[in-house]
């Protein structure tokens, strides 16, 4: 029996050792697999070519007043955001300002650039876990029928809600029912990418609220009138009478019969459900504003934090980056992550700056949303270096400071090359090579991309292609002698963040021209 048992245990460690091997392939095989399909549902999506000739720093177009704040839009018919396959958005809600229920039709990143806040988010399947202190006292007071009855009826139960504040990234999903409450003292400014080319959204790329109360589009400031003019000229060609234009909720389209059935409530009632003389727009004021939520503490703070590093330890050297389906439940899934702090910088260099990421390893939701962000702080003058985005378009806000952009295509040609300033947005798409200079104020940007694992590639610097490669392929390539081979290797020591140089304006010009020339040598050769 001894020796049977000792024959049967080197064969029982080849097949552990064989299923071991079989496992991690078909896990590496599934995580290319998946990227694959993203990459080409990404480009059967977009309505171009994206034989994009020029770029441009652009600012909202489209403006919608409301009660308690406004509502920006980017165009999203220009051909940088169709290409990208995205749309952009902006809110800015005054101290006790809600904006509405909604949901979208894509996925999106939302920034917290100034102020704090609420979130609320309904995902259908979800417990209703937060329970307001006064039922519970009634449940404890009584137990009678009539207990009962007053558990019903005097509190309020509701699903989870989040405090967030300025630095914060929120990870929405598509078709998520959200709502936003300002409960600070200061305006809250959000910004937003949706992913209108992510496979969740299986109709055009448009981009669509679906809002659950009020009027959101009562009046609109501006933007809006070349959008009318292709609207009535369609009519025209095919026709048709024009039609009122509509603005209201869901509930507006329904019946107020069917509605009243549904809910088992009376007519007035459902006026007020559809909102059709609501007039506040989609921000409305919300003084007697009382909704059950943890504060938001340091001690909180460093918890998570605390429970993070840990959880990234215990994942380290593990195979793949799939989630295994036990870490977290759509229901308590993590929906933000700070990159405000710049003790979260993954590249620090403290004379020019420091750049935080965060991608599907650090919140994991966002291997469901395909998207991830990188927040970058460039100091006075404070150069970053030329780079590439491999696996994703990257679309950068300008959040504060001002500071000079270029962008080269792949023909070395310059598609943008100028001053960016504080609430603009720039699309710089896959592949191209973008090099950012601060200006005297410093610049600070928040950068969405399209990848959950978004990965760059810098020209210059101690991880850049230059560097990585042979002396005698720089000397035949660019026509050099070897010293001069060895200064393009290693005259920069720093990773991605260069010092800015105290110096004048025609050499801080002179340096761009320098960084622009090799780019496009690089990209020539």
């Known amino acids: 029996m001894e020796i049977k048992l000792c024959s049967l245990l080197p064969l029982s460690l080849c097949f552990f050792l064989l299923f071991n091997c079989c496992f991690a392939q078909i896990e590496q095989q599934q995580g290319f697999l998946s990227e694959r399909l993203q990459q080409q549902h990404r480009r059967g999506r977009p309505r171009t070519d994206c034989r994009i000739q020029s770029l441009s720093a652009r600012e909202p177009t489209r403006k919608f007043d409301s009660e308690a704040g406004f509502t920006e839009f980017w165009d999203r018919n220009s051909e940088e955001f169709e290409c990208a396959g995205v749309a952009a958005v902006r809110n800015v809600i005054q101290p006790q300002g809600l904006l509405l229920p909604h949901y979208n039709n894509a996925p999106q990143l939302l920034y917290i650039v100034k102020g704090s806040g609420l979130l609320g988010t309904v995902i259908p399947g979800c417990a209703e876990t937060f329970e307001s202190p006064q039922r519970e006292r009634s449940m404890r007071g ?6 009962e009855s007053q558990y019903r009826t005097g509190g309020d139960r509701h699903q989870k809600v989040r405090q967030f504040r300025q630095g914060d990234v929120l990870a929405l999903p598509a078709g998520v029912t959200l709502w936003f ?16 080319s992510n496979p969740t959204n299986q109709l055009d790329q ?10 959101p589009n009562p009046r609109e400031q501006s933007g809006s009138r070349y959008e009318e003019e292709i609207r009535a000229r369609r009519e025209q060609e095919q026709g048709e009478q024009p039609q009122r234009r509509q603005s209201g909720n869901l509930f507006d389209g329904f019946e107020q019969d069917l509605l009243a059935d549904v809910f088992n409530v009376d007519q007035e009632l459902v006026r007020n459900l559809q909102g059709r003389e609501d007039q506040r727009g989609r921000i409305v004021r919300a003084e007697n504003f009382d909704v059950l939520s943890p504060e938001f503490e340091e001690e909180e703070e460093e918890e998570e934090q605390s429970h993070r590093q840990r959880r990234e330890r215990e994942h380290e050297g593990r195979r793949g980056s799939q989630p295994n389906g036990l870490e977290e439940t759509i229901c308590t899934m993590r929906l933000r992550e700070n990159l405000g702090r710049p003790s979260r910088a993954d590249v620090y260099n403290p004379r020019g700056g420091h750049i935080s990421t965060l991608n599907s390893h650090k919140l994991p939701i966002l291997n469901f949303l395909q ?23 990257s679309i950068l806000y300008i959040l504060r400071g001002t500071g000079r952009i270029q962008v080269v295509g792949d023909a070395g040609n310059c598609v943008f090359n100028d001053e960016v300033r504080e609430g603009q947005m ?36 101690r991880l850049s292609a230059i560097r990585a490669m042979p002396e005698e ?20 020591e720093e990773t991605t963040v260069f010092a800015g140089r105290r110096s004048s304006r025609g050499y801080s010009t002179r340096a761009m021209e320098y960084a622009l020339t090799a780019v496009e040598a690089f990209l020539k050769a």
């Open 142 to 147: 009584q137990e009678s029928r009539e207990g």
């Open 181 to 196: 409450y300002n409960n600070g003292q200061d305006r809250l400014v959000t910004v937003a990418l949706l992913d209108t």
């Open 206 to 215: 448009q981009f669509r609220h679906f809002f659950l109360a009020g009027n």
């Open 371 to 393: 998207l991830s962000a990188e927040r970058g702080v460039l100091y006075q003058n404070a150069v970053m270096a030329p780079l590439w985005n491999m696996n994703a378009h």
């Open 426 to 461: 720039l699309v710089v798409p896959q592949n191209f090579a973008v090099v950012k200079k601060a200006g005297n104020q410093g610049l600070e940007y928040i950068a969405f991309k399209t990848n959950e694992q978004a990965m760059t590639s810098p020209l210059a610097g």
């Open 473 to 492: 392929v720089l000397m035949n390539s660019y026509q050099i002698s070897r010293q001069e081979a060895r200064s393009l290797k290693y005259n920069r």
